[in-house]
């Protein structure tokens, strides 16, 4: 049944919410959203207010039966009805509108509000409009909503449309961000009336893990960085809350190195007299948190989360933690040293991860010693966020821990390998061979923490022309960069020689597909003009890093081919006197055959050398290879 409804008419401020977002006052994050904010508005039409349910605000209109009405239906005359806060004020008002006749009845609409209508009072409502308390005063306007997208039309629209006509054309906060949607397997909305949410009896009938709400809320603030359509993976949940686990076992570490007596250190802690590993975790925590302090001022919420996890999962837990175990044996000098640095990146990191762990971080840093005679707030959510430390920052100790963990890196590649699976759990002598004095030298400064964490017996530096890698009986090599090599000694009886020629050919197979994919990604005719400067330049890096790679992985395989080089005027002299008293073709193709087999046994990772020496085989001339060749 068909019956008048309450309009809003929107056009007025469906523009002036229009100009706002175009002259800067309200912006839209991300800004791509911006187009369906003008597509909105600009074609916005009257807004029906009026609800038939059972729920929610009644309409504020009261309509007035009169003795002198022909009809006395509810509703018949629309210039019957008058708006007011209350029936007492609806009265009042009726009173004047309809003096000199008799009021018969005064009823208020069944009706109720639009729920949009009702939430889109909220930046006002919150704080006790229309009475203009000091809340009202002290917070309105905001500066952040955060938000749903599929909602800026229904919801942040309308508060800023409400907002500003109620509020002498105020915007009711500066900044709208919008966070991505979860949605089922096939991208739609999780909605009652769809029936595609999750039904825990059906769909987890043994339960969902426990991950708890940081574990969570992490996972989905990573999430953003996917795209604004979130396909929930509660396994991603779980990994973070193992993650969690990893925090608790970081802190009880410290605990036990800090001690009962200890006492953080009351000023900010200067690295030039630290050990090396000190200044460099204190260099890039601090610029881990510039970089986080950037993408949350940015709104890039997945962008800080991560800086945040690499920090705490890659350079804390992974590197600086086992690099000052050695600090803590016997009465080591740099004791003190590594406690601060220790206290100091467990209570910076921990106020850098609390808004994305608000819970576990709160337990954990309530268990840090305070400084001697410093007032410690009640909470770690009134402290202040992290800042950035300018004389933290060293470039030159960052590059340095940069050659090292490549180094360490490549001699943990190394004892991985299927070969060594006999003495992947010994402690091992390696020594490396430098092509320069600058790279001995930062080798030679850094024995200790190569030693520390690559697990090794003993660490040897020397310079080229002083390679003693033929004295070292039998070892396993990895190029770390152009002038640098690592040499790992092994129980010769444990490698498998056509095992290591076959993953040497796979690595140098890998490499060569993953350059030419970057060489053709870099090729297309618009790269120099539309891709940003910084990828550019990654890229750049990435090709370097791979030429390195595959000059260092064929060292091996050339000097295969420079031992068959050596037997080369053997053969050619034994295959010319087998022609001079044999000279049928057959038998001699069969030696060559037999030749070639040994030869691609031999060298097997020399593509060039294998193709030539097939197309001589195909042609039949195989003296013609062991010359050219």
């Not at 004892?415 to 030298?441: P, V």
């Not at 095992?499 to 090729?523: F, T, V």
Request: proline share 4%.
């Amino acid at each position: 049944m068909l019956k008048p409804q309450w309009y809003v008419r929107c056009s007025t401020m469906g523009k002036e919410a229009l100009d706002a977002a175009g002259d800067g006052k309200l912006e839209i994050i991300p800004k791509q959203y911006s187009a369906d904010w003008r597509r909105w508005l600009e074609n916005v039409h009257d807004w029906c207010i009026s609800r038939q349910i059972l729920w929610g605000h009644r309409i504020p209109a009261w309509y007035a039966t009169l003795e002198e009405d022909q009809l006395k239906k509810f509703g018949t005359y629309i210039d019957h009805w008058v708006v007011a806060s209350n029936e007492e004020e609806a009265r009042e008002e009726a009173e004047v509108k309809f003096a000199g006749k008799k009021l018969l009845d005064l009823s208020q609409d069944p009706d109720v509000l639009d729920t949009w209508f009702s939430s889109g009072l909220f930046p006002l409502s919150a704080f006790g409009w229309p009475d203009q308390t000091e809340e009202l005063k002290a917070f309105y306007p905001g500066s952040v909503l955060e938000t749903g997208l599929d909602i800026l039309f229904f919801w942040v629209a309308r508060m800023v449309m409400l907002a500003m006509k109620l509020s002498d054309g105020e915007v009711p906060f500066s900044k709208v961000y919008l966070h991505p949607m979860v949605r089922d397997a096939h991208g739609r909305k999780m909605s009652k009336s769809l029936g595609n949410g999750i039904d825990p009896l059906e769909d987890f009938p043994n339960g969902i893990p426990e991950c708890g709400a940081d574990a969570l809320r992490f996972a989905l603030v990573s999430y953003t960085a996917q795209s604004y359509n979130i396909n929930m993976d509660v396994q991603r949940v779980v990994c973070y809350r193992q993650w969690c686990n990893k925090l608790w076992n970081a802190v009880r570490f410290a605990m036990m190195k800090l001690g009962d007596d200890y006492k953080p250190p009351v000023k900010t802690m200067c690295p030039e007299t630290m050990p090396f590993s000190c200044r460099w975790i204190l260099s890039v925590l601090n610029k881990a948190v510039i970089k986080t302090v950037d993408s949350l001022n940015g709104f890039e919420l997945a962008d800080a989360a991560n800086t945040v996890y690499s920090w705490w999962q890659y350079q804390f837990c992974d590197v600086f933690i086992e690099a000052i175990k050695p600090c803590f044996s016997g009465e080591n000098s740099d004791r003190r040293h590594a406690q601060d640095t220790l206290w100091v990146c467990l209570e910076t990191g921990l106020r850098m991860l609390h808004p994305f762990m608000p819970f576990v971080t709160e337990e954990l840093w309530q268990r840090l010693p305070s400084p001697k005679g410093c007032e410690r707030e009640a909470s770690i959510m009134i402290c202040e966020y992290p800042s950035p430390i300018e004389k933290w920052t060293d470039e030159k100790v960052e590059a340095e821990m940069e050659m090292v963990m490549a180094t360490v890196k490549t001699i943990r590649a190394l004892r991985a390998a299927e070969s060594m699976e006999r003495q992947r759990n010994e402690k091992l002598h390696a020594f490396a061979l430098c092509g320069n004095i600058t790279t001995l030298e930062i080798v030679q400064s850094h024995e200790l923490e190569i030693r520390t964490l690559a697990s090794l017996s003993s660490f040897e530096v020397v310079l080229k022309g002083e390679d003693r890698s033929s004295q070292a009986g039998s070892a396993v090599v990895e190029t770390v960069n152009e002038n640098l090599k690592v040499y790992l000694k092994v129980d010769g009886a444990a490698i498998d020689p056509e095992a290591e020629r076959e993953k040497m050919r796979k690595k140098i197979e890998e490499i060569q597909n993953q350059k030419e994919k970057l060489e053709k990604s870099m090729g297309v005719s618009w790269y120099e003009e539309k891709v940003p400067a910084h990828i550019k330049e990654e890229n750049a890096r990435k090709l370097e890093k791979l030429l390195q790679d595959g000059i260092g992985k064929t060292t091996l395989a050339k000097r295969f081919y420079n031992k068959i080089i050596e037997n080369f005027e053997e053969q050619r002299v034994f295959i010319s006197n087998v022609r001079e008293k044999s000279p049928g073709q057959d038998g001699l193709v069969n030696l060559q055959k037999t030749f070639i087999t040994k030869l691609f046994r031999s060298a097997p990772e020399i593509e060039d050398v294998n193709e030539k020496i097939r197309e001589k085989v195909h042609e039949k001339k195989i003296l013609a290879v062991l010359v050219d060749v």
